[in-house]
Nanobody, 121 residues
């Protein structure tokens, strides 16, 4: 089992920044690919960014250049830096873990509880 706990959400104005954190516990964190998803009200949960155990990164096109995913294997934590936020970024952001990049992007085995990000215009 892997337990994931997100933090760092909040309310900001457009153009602002937030840093989300996801602390993992349980099995060896460095063995897992990690990802962030988001779900806006009335919409499906969408992939945002992923990072492999070796540090390769992948992003949703609309966040490329604004969001940065990173991980600290020593701290068992994955981060998502959100810059130049837009109102359409408003959503609950979820951390996820999977045994590979393909798995974490499609069918993650583990989810956090989510953290709310609200961007006002």
């Amino acid at each position: 089992q892997v337990q994931l706990v997100e933090s760092g959400g909040g309310s900001v104005q457009a153009g602002g920044s937030l840093r989300l954190s996801c602390a993992a516990s349980g099995r060896t964190f460095s063995n897992y690919a990690m990802a962030w998803f988001r779900q806006a009200p009335g919409k499906e949960r969408d992939f945002v960014a992923a990072i492999t155990w070796s540090g390769n990164k992948y992003y949703l096109d609309s966040v490329t250049g604004r969001f940065t995913i990173s991980r600290d294997n020593a701290q068992n934590t994955v981060y998502l830096q959100l810059n130049n936020l837009k109102p359409e970024d408003t959503a609950v952001y979820y951390c996820a873990a999977g045994t590979s990049l393909v798995v974490v992007r499609r069918t993650p085995g583990y989810w956090g509880q989510g953290t709310q990000v609200t961007v006002s215009s």
